[in-house]
């Protein structure tokens, strides 16, 4: 069985301390001083349907303003007691509601301390590439494996071999940026041997990726903008585990993906307030496979996995997504109409 932590807000908060007669008298916000030492938070287990996944709910005893004005204090006590239950129930994996994870205090206290893991979303993006870039290229009208891809990492780790690999048997070039120039030539060597597929290794950022129809970030957002040359039409994979604070380029920038969810997940899920489906998929999925969800997937088999337990349970990409909005179809059309022109 496995456990996976989850902590959201309560919709609406009326304690029965109170009369009602004293909620229509009395101003909220001065209730809510009174009665923040009587609050308690609320578990509740949830089961995944079709897996051995059980979903540990703790509810905080506050609404998204009651939250956002309550002393610290408060907090961390509520906060400490939700950890403390988790840990007892062996979860070390913890998704916070859209609510909660906007809340500093609350989202160093869960994280900062270690004891508990956070999900990103990217292992699911990651295992999703290729289908993204094949619908690309089917808006575009070309063949993906003549797209050339470029792929910036500062040092050269798992994640541009995992990135290589999932590519390798779909695409025929790649441009790699990175440091680590000597390392990496050895390993793309290999590849080159077993697929079949060419990479260009550099280290000058400023020049490699001026002809890339597509480049996946992998550290360093605000580095690629402020030295690359990219031509307009340059789609970026934003594959770090971090944005940068503002958007300096017109170029389209994917870093997530919505999800279309079945309906007896969707069931589930739902009560459970704006939780951020594609970090809970991951999670689900992840679990499902007995995979470490603090791990990269660094390898091809790893990626098949993933990519296929994901369709065989029922989800699928619905939207593209940047910097937390919906990407505009019709620019995207446009930039892969421009795509194919170039081929």
């Given at each position: 069985m496995s456990r996976l932590g989850i902590i959201t807000i309560s919709k609406e908060i009326k304690f029965k301390y109170i009369p009602d007669f004293f909620h229509n008298k009395i101003p909220q916000?001065?209730?809510?001083?009174?009665?923040?030492?009587?609050?308690?938070?609320?578990?509740?287990?949830?089961?995944?349907?079709?897996?051995?996944?059980?979903?540990?709910?703790?509810?905080?005893?506050?609404?998204?303003?009651?939250?956002?004005?309550?002393?610290?204090?408060?907090?961390?006590?509520?906060?400490?007691?939700?950890?403390?239950?988790?840990?007892?129930?062996?979860?070390?994996?913890?998704?916070?509601?859209?609510?909660?994870?906007?809340?500093?205090?609350?989202?160093?206290?869960?994280?900062?301390s270690g004891r508990f893991f956070r999900l990103n979303s990217k292992r699911l993006l990651m295992s999703l590439l290729v289908d993204i870039l094949r619908k690309i290229c089917k808006i575009a009208g070309?063949?993906?494996?003549?797209?050339?891809?470029?792929?910036?990492?500062?040092?050269?780790?798992?994640?541009?071999?995992?990135?290589?690999?999932?590519?390798?048997?779909?695409?025929?070039?790649?441009?790699?940026?990175?440091?680590?120039?000597?390392?990496?030539?050895?390993?793309?060597?290999?590849?080159?041997?077993?697929?079949?597929?060419?990479?260009?290794?550099?280290?000058?950022?400023?020049?490699?990726?001026?002809?890339?129809?597509?480049?996946?970030?992998?550290?360093?957002?605000?580095?690629?903008?402020?030295?690359?040359?990219?031509?307009?039409?340059t789609i970026v994979f934003n594959l770090s585990t971090s944005s940068m604070a503002e958007k300096r380029i017109s170029n389209i920038i994917i870093d997530s993906v919505n999800i279309s969810i079945p309906q007896n997940i969707k069931d589930v899920i739902g009560p459970l307030g704006e939780i951020d489906n594609e970090e809970l998929i991951e999670c689900i999925i992840s679990l499902k496979l007995n995979k470490n969800l603090n791990m990269n997937m660094n390898n091809i088999q790893q990626y098949l996995e993933f990519n296929k337990e994901f369709y065989s349970s029922g989800y699928k990409i619905n939207v593209l997504k940047g910097f937390g909005k919906p990407i505009d179809i019709s620019k995207l059309e446009k930039l892969a109409k421009n795509l194919a022109g170039s081929k």
């Open positions: 916000k001065l209730i809510d001083i009174l009665t923040v030492r009587f609050k308690k938070n609320v578990y509740k287990y949830v089961d995944i349907p079709d897996t051995d996944i059980k979903l540990y709910v703790a509810y905080l005893p506050f609404t998204e303003y009651q939250l956002s004005s309550t002393k610290p204090v408060d907090i961390d006590k509520l906060c400490g007691e939700i950890l403390e239950h988790f840990e007892m129930e062996g979860i070390k994996y913890v998704v916070l509601s859209q609510h909660v994870k906007t809340n500093k205090q609350m989202f160093e206290y869960v994280y900062g070309t063949d993906m494996s003549q797209i050339d891809i470029g792929i910036v990492e500062n040092s050269f780790t798992e994640k541009s071999k995992a990135i290589i690999n999932i590519l390798s048997t779909n695409v025929k070039y790649v441009t790699l940026v990175t440091k680590d120039v000597k390392e990496a030539q050895v390993y793309t060597e290999k590849v080159c041997e077993e697929t079949g597929l060419t990479v260009r290794v550099s280290e000058d950022i400023s020049k490699a990726l001026s002809s890339i129809d597509v480049v996946f970030v992998l550290d360093d957002l605000d580095k690629l903008i402020r030295k690359a040359s990219l031509s307009m039409s």
